[in-house]
């Protein structure tokens, strides 16, 4: 499927760009992963990498983290490019992955110590910071327990805050909030939201469709190793048609006489309404209300469905999201 045609930001750069990735190719064997792929971020944004299973969202944040080698692309995280400077690459990232990074037999204190000492934080500094992430993600009542007796939505706290131990410029959140309740999940979004004023970038894969729409400043919707859609939510809503405007009457009666006057719309006798596939927009409606009151013909009810991220995924990629 080609690329839809939503700038990408790399023709003009308003701001600087935290992460600017450029051609990115990875195989596996005779299996191509990434097909050459874009992305442009610029700095204090949330960016997220939307996609179905397989699309090759970990494997990009794989690259971008230096875990993995790419084949073939340029990559500049930070303004260091990644293959002649990867060790100050290092230096200005975080990661918190699919699962936690955590370690079962220390504390979650303990665990932050340890991670300040990875960052080789002097001992008074270290203390102060694992302090300072344990009250941000209000785990100071749990400091001295072991991570097996946390609830699933703290433990990803807790790895989050492990990831940001180093104070990093730019943050990657692989799928986050996998396996999180509801309530886990909209605190994790508290917590990506406080980030981001605080001045972290931040590239988010998801395969939730809410949590792009809550979070990201920009989307780009990844599938078969290619970026097939890239945009704000409102430009990828754009793309696709699938607008329609439902109107409810009374009765049969006044449902004939509409059904007379917009023809071509799709009647629904059961319902008393009738829908009209179109932008769904406020002129649109201001339009077909007119018609009908031109008429004499009074609406009872009225609903307005414009495409949203689950029309753009299912259209773009064929495949349901999660929602």
Same mark, same amino acid.
């Given at each position: ?25 990875? =195989?596996? +064997?005779?299996?191509?992963? %990434? ?5 442009? $971020?610029? *700095?204090?944004? !949330?960016?997220? @990498? ?100 946390? =609830?699933? +939505?703290?433990?990803?706290? %807790? ?5 940001? $131990?180093? *104070?990093?410029? !730019?943050?990657? @959140? ?116 007119? *018609? ?32």
């Amino acid at each position: 499927m080609p690329r839809q045609d939503v700038p990408n930001g790399h023709a003009n750069h308003p701001r600087e760009l935290a992460i600017d990735v450029r051609g990115l190719h990875k =195989s596996f +064997g005779e299996h191509s992963v %990434l097909n050459g792929i874009d992305l442009a $971020v610029e *700095r204090g944004t !949330v960016f997220a @990498l939307l996609g179905p299973n397989g699309a090759g969202k970990t494997t990009t944040v794989n690259i971008l983290a230096t875990l993995l080698a790419p084949d073939a692309g340029q990559v500049h995280i930070a303004g260091h490019d990644l293959a002649a400077h990867p060790d100050r690459v290092r230096t200005a990232i975080g990661l918190t992955g699919q699962f936690a990074a955590i370690d079962d037999l220390l504390t979650g204190a303990e665990n932050l110590t340890l991670m300040g000492r990875l960052h080789h934080l002097g001992r008074s500094e270290n203390r102060q910071r694992t302090e300072t992430l344990l009250n941000q993600f209000g785990l100071s009542g749990a400091a001295d327990q072991l991570p097996s007796a946390y =609830s699933g +939505g703290m433990r990803r706290k %807790l790895d989050l805050a492990m990831g940001l $131990v180093g *104070r990093p410029h !730019v943050l990657f @959140l692989d799928e986050p909030t996998t396996g999180l309740d509801p309530r886990s999940r909209r605190e994790m979004w508290e917590v990506v939201r406080e980030l981001v004023s605080d001045g972290v970038t931040i590239l988010l894969t998801t395969q939730y469709l809410e949590e792009a729409d809550q979070l990201a400043d920009r989307i780009a919707l990844l599938d078969g190793g290619r970026i097939v859609a890239e945009g704000t939510e409102a430009e990828l809503k754009r793309l696709i048609p699938g607008g329609r405007i439902t109107l409810r009457f009374a009765d049969q009666v006044a449902l004939a006489k509409a059904e007379d006057v917009l023809t071509g719309a799709q009647v629904r006798p059961a319902e008393l309404s009738l829908e009209v596939s179109g932008r769904a927009s406020v002129s649109d409606l201001r339009e077909l209300l007119n *018609r009908l009151h031109g008429q004499d013909i009074p609406v009872d009810d009225i609903a307005l469905h414009t495409p949203d991220l689950d029309d753009v995924f299912l259209a773009l990629t064929g495949k349901e999201a999660v929602r």
